[in-house]
């Protein structure tokens, strides 16, 4: 059974609903919705990753989770997890309520002694890690991206990123890896992933597809960001149906009820 992870964006520029969650009442209401629409994680951000996005203190980015996490300690009791690629901000969630390290760069900050600073902080913390794929920064990831085979590649990093983790002490069975769709990857790569999660699975940990509301659909259908509710459920099946164990998605409702009839009927 797939676990649904919904998005709150508390951010003024990400590219499906920056600024809609962005005042923390806001962003609370929105949380408390989809908790009660099914979902079995809420997946908060404070710094876009769309293409060009510009960078984000680690300041700003506490400033601007920390009265949501405030609010939110007691009100779900659905777990959360943070998604940032700063320690400092990943340990202020952790001390606030948070028990899952979405950590966008898939491990790629290293300490003095050449470890994984989010693994680490995970293991420390007892905390549950997604390591995502990317390739370079969101200010340049898709200046032409290429790959040999992208699906080995990102599968060959993904794997390697939580070998490293278990290393520092990461239980194996609280790894997530996320090849990143639309992060680095141009639409053929973006396909090429999608159709091969079962390759990805293989590597023995659970898959995390984030594909809701991407640009793909734009690309493909010739659809606007708020005409891709079709496109993402059908990712979403398409997805459950090749292995992905964790669905990162901003319409919760909707891909709950697409899950369970499609789990239903396999």
């Known amino acids: 059974i797939a676990l649904v992870m919904g998005v709150v964006n508390v951010t003024p520029d990400s590219f499906s609903d920056g600024r809609r969650w962005l005042r923390p009442e806001d962003a609370v209401a929105h949380a408390c919705a989809m908790a009660e629409e099914g979902a079995d994680l809420l997946d908060l951000g404070a710094e876009s990753t769309r293409t060009g996005a510009p960078r984000v203190s680690a300041e700003e980015e506490i400033d601007r989770l920390v009265p949501v996490l405030d609010q939110l300690t007691g009100r779900v009791e659905i777990h959360i997890s943070i998604d940032t690629s700063k320690p400092e901000v990943a340990r202020r969630a952790l001390e606030l309520g948070a028990v899952v390290l979405n950590d966008i760069t898939g491990l790629r900050l290293h300490d003095a002694e050449g470890q994984p600073v989010m693994a680490r902080l995970a293991a420390e913390k007892n905390a549950s890690l997604v390591v995502m794929h990317m390739l370079g920064e969101p200010a340049t990831m898709q200046q032409d991206p290429r790959y040999d085979d992208v699906v080995r590649v990102v599968g060959d990093y993904l794997e390697a990123a939580a070998e490293a983790a278990i290393a520092c002490g990461v239980s194996g069975d609280r790894i997530a890896i996320d090849p990143g769709i639309g992060l680095g ?65 901003h319409d919760v409702g909707p891909t709950v009820r697409a899950l369970r009839m499609a789990e239903t009927l396999i």
Request: avoid cysteine; charge should be positive.
């Open 185 to 249: 990857k141009n639409l053929e790569h973006n396909l090429a992933l999608l159709r091969s999660i079962d390759r990805l699975a293989a590597r023995g940990y659970p898959v995390l597809i984030g594909a809701s509301r991407k640009s793909l659909f734009g690309k493909l259908l010739g659809l606007a960001v708020d005409e891709r509710l079709e496109a993402s459920l059908a990712a979403a099946v398409a997805a459950l149906l090749r292995g992905a164990r964790i669905l990162r998605v």
